[in-house]
């Protein structure tokens, strides 16, 4: 068994920084005053070899809102592929796709093995709890794999006129819980303690059974801290560092 599984990894490849994120990156290292090392695949297995654990490596596809290429789902499964025991895979689609993301979705965890789906809907441009994107949520749901939602502010675009078009709203956790609502039978995560929204969170957690925290990319602030000490079962939180590598800055999805 691994030493602790890190529930929130980006890849620091040049494919996901310069490609798939592009000015978005080069927005967030000088928000973050900091520059992320690019490493290759072998690199990043062998630093978490040597941690002994386990990092669920996520895709991303925002081409509609971006216009950038996706980090594709065969991408990071071909990584999981060649090293099982360091990496765990969560799928992306971009959901302004429609039926094509539904059929990629299942895709993704039939045939290529991945384990959960990630979101972003601050940079997709979309509100989780959208009854436009319900048949792709019932889909996953479906499947029986978790579904991973950035919440909160975040790195990319901050610090810049018009945050480069990301608008903050789409990352509020209180949508969660009327996906939470609408989807019982569907797992939850929240990414991020959620400031400045994370009393909603707490109180979605608190609320409904299906809705979790991992604690990536900010240190969690008093209140969930208090919130944990108080109410330990109500807290289901995870290990996660949303890191590019464990030693850089926190990233932003």
Same mark, same amino acid.
């Given at each position: 068994? &691994?030493?602790?599984?890190?529930?929130?990894?980006?890849?620091?490849?040049?494919?996901?920084?310069?490609?798939?994120?592009? &000015?978005?990156?080069?927005?967030?290292?000088?928000?973050?005053?900091?520059?992320?090392?690019?490493?290759?695949?072998?690199?990043?297995?062998?630093?978490?070899?040597?941690?002994?654990?386990?990092?669920?490596?996520?895709?991303?596809?925002?081409?509609?809102?971006?216009?950038?290429?996706?980090?594709?789902?065969?991408?990071?499964?071909?990584?999981?592929?060649?090293?099982?025991? +360091?990496?765990? @895979?969560?799928?992306?689609?971009?959901?302004?796709? @429609?039926?094509?993301?539904?059929?990629? /979705?299942?895709?993704?965890?039939?045939?290529?093995?991945?384990? @959960?789906?990630?979101?972003? $809907?601050?940079?997709?441009?979309?509100?989780?709890?959208?009854?436009?994107?319900? $048949?792709? /949520?019932?889909?996953? +749901?479906?499947?029986?794999?978790?579904?991973?939602?950035?919440?909160?502010?975040?790195?990319?675009?901050?610090?810049?006129?018009?945050?480069?078009?990301?608008?903050?709203?789409?990352?509020? &956790?209180?949508?969660?819980?009327?996906?939470?609502?609408?989807?019982?039978?569907?797992?939850?995560? @929240?990414?991020? &303690?959620?400031?400045?929204?994370?009393?909603?969170?707490?109180?979605?957690?608190?609320?409904?059974?299906?809705?979790?925290?991992?604690?990536?990319?900010?240190?969690?602030?008093?209140?969930?801290?208090?919130?944990?000490?108080?109410? $330990?079962?109500?807290?289901?939180?995870?290990?996660?560092?949303?890191?590019?590598?464990?030693?850089?800055?926190?990233?932003?999805?």
């Amino acid at each position: 068994m &691994p030493r602790a599984v890190d529930f929130h990894v980006h890849l620091p490849t040049t494919e996901f920084m310069q490609l798939t994120l592009g &000015p978005y990156a080069q927005a967030a290292e000088r928000y973050f005053r900091t520059e992320v090392k690019l490493k290759d695949i072998e690199q990043i297995a062998a630093d978490y070899s040597e941690l002994d654990m386990v990092g669920v490596l996520l895709a991303w596809d925002a081409e509609t809102a971006t216009g950038l290429p996706p980090l594709g789902n065969d991408y990071v499964a071909e990584i999981v592929r060649r090293f099982p025991q +360091q990496f765990i @895979g969560f799928a992306s689609v971009d959901p302004h796709k @429609g039926k094509s993301a539904v059929r990629e /979705i299942e895709r993704a965890i039939k045939e290529l093995g991945l384990a @959960g789906a990630k979101y972003h $809907p601050g940079v997709q441009a979309f509100y989780p709890n959208d009854p436009d994107f319900y $048949p792709l /949520i019932k889909k996953i +749901q479906d499947l029986g794999v978790p579904a991973l939602f950035h919440t909160g502010t975040n790195g990319l675009g901050a610090g810049t006129p018009g945050g480069m078009g990301i608008k903050l709203d789409y990352t509020r &956790p209180i949508y969660l819980d009327s996906l939470a609502a609408d989807f019982p039978g569907l797992t939850i995560i @929240g990414a991020h &303690p959620s400031w400045p929204w994370h009393e909603e969170m707490i109180a979605a957690m608190q609320h409904k059974t299906n809705i979790y925290n991992d604690l990536s990319g900010w240190s969690p602030n008093t209140r969930l801290k208090r919130c944990c000490a108080r109410w $330990p079962r109500a807290c289901k939180t995870a290990f996660s560092s949303a890191r590019t590598t464990l030693s850089s800055h926190p990233s932003a999805g």
